[in-house]
């Protein structure tokens, strides 16, 4: 299905797209993309601004694509709530990663650098979508290529180019 962007993220979607594939030529990367995709969970799937059911049909695309996926959250559970284990049992996600199980919060560096191991990627290759402009800021001292979610859309479009989606 063909989203209908506004100009302004339509622009900054491509702008991405040219920033990155300048970025690969300079340090001669063309044949690495993007592999792995950090997600936050409060805020951004669950939570008054989120689009549960644009998010799914975008992850859906994503996996098809052979993206790994994972949710990164600062959850202090014993166990993984059941609205969070629905996306990973629908096959949305690959892994759940709880910060009371890696033992390190967000923003912490190392609780990016956990969930990119957990999808088996380096952190170069994985992309981070957080609502925290806190989260935001380390995972982008981290290394981490990092969305920072506002709206659905905006990140849609921000998203696709970086994991060359049409």
Not at 39 to 55: F, R
Not at 67 to 79: H, P
Request: charged share 25%; with cysteine.
């Amino acid at each position: 299905m063909e989203r209908n962007y506004g100009r302004a993220e339509y622009s900054l979607g491509l702008l991405l797209r040219c920033v990155y594939r300048d970025f690969q030529s300079l340090y001669r990367l063309e044949d690495v993309t993007m592999r792995g995709l950090i997600i936050d969970y409060a805020g951004v799937l669950e939570g008054p601004t989120a689009d549960a059911d644009s998010w799914k049909q975008l992850l859906s695309e994503l996996r098809m694509n052979g993206i790994g996926i994972a949710i990164l959250s600062n959850m202090d559970v014993s166990a993984v709530p059941e609205p969070m284990a629905r996306w990973k049992e629908a096959g949305y996600v690959d892994e759940i990663v709880l910060s009371c199980d890696i033992g390190v919060e967000k923003p912490d560096p190392d609780a990016f650098m956990a969930a990119a191991e957990m999808l088996g990627e380096s952190h170069k290759d994985c992309v981070v979508v957080d609502d925290s402009i806190v989260n935001v800021h380390a995972a982008v001292q981290a290394g981490f290529i990092v969305v920072n979610y506002t709206a659905f859309d905006r990140t849609e479009a921000e998203l696709r180019p970086l994991f060359d989606l049409h």
